[in-house]
């Protein structure tokens, strides 16, 4: 079964930090640029990051760019986003997905119907 798996959320004080884990099963990660989503509660779902595969390009929206890192595992084929400096904000369903028809983030942020292969997310709470 091709599937994603996302692990690492919890409940956070502001300026904490998580790392977040999305293990690919059933198909490589090789081929595919690989983005981070998150959805708050009454909001439109926000592509946080992406990771191109082939050249190693990576997207980070503004609101995350220089707190959120995204990396690659090649040998347990995971991809990760470190959150550092955490923001009540950043409280979300943070989900990561394969884009099908890209390798690489030149040009992201792309649009959610690009991306398959969801993930059932892991909340992130960031809360005194």
């Known amino acids: 079964q091709v599937q994603f798996v996302e692990s690492g959320g919890g409940l956070v004080q502001p300026g904490g930090s998580l790392r977040l884990s999305c293990a690919a099963a059933g198909f490589s990660l090789d081929y595919y640029a690989i983005g981070w989503f998150r959805q708050a509660p009454g909001k439109e779902r926000e592509g946080v990051s992406c990771?191109?595969?082939?050249?190693?390009?990576?997207y980070y929206a503004d609101s995350v760019k220089g707190r959120f890192t995204i990396s690659r595992d090649n040998a347990k084929n995971t991809v990760y986003l470190q959150m550092n400096s955490l923001k009540p904000e950043d409280t979300a369903v943070y989900s990561c997905a394969a884009n099908l028809m890209r390798s690489t983030c030149r040009n992201a942020p792309h649009a959610s119907h690009e991306y398959s292969y969801w993930g059932q997310g892991t909340q992130v709470t960031v809360s005194t």
């Open positions: 990771l191109g595969t082939s050249d190693g390009t990576t």
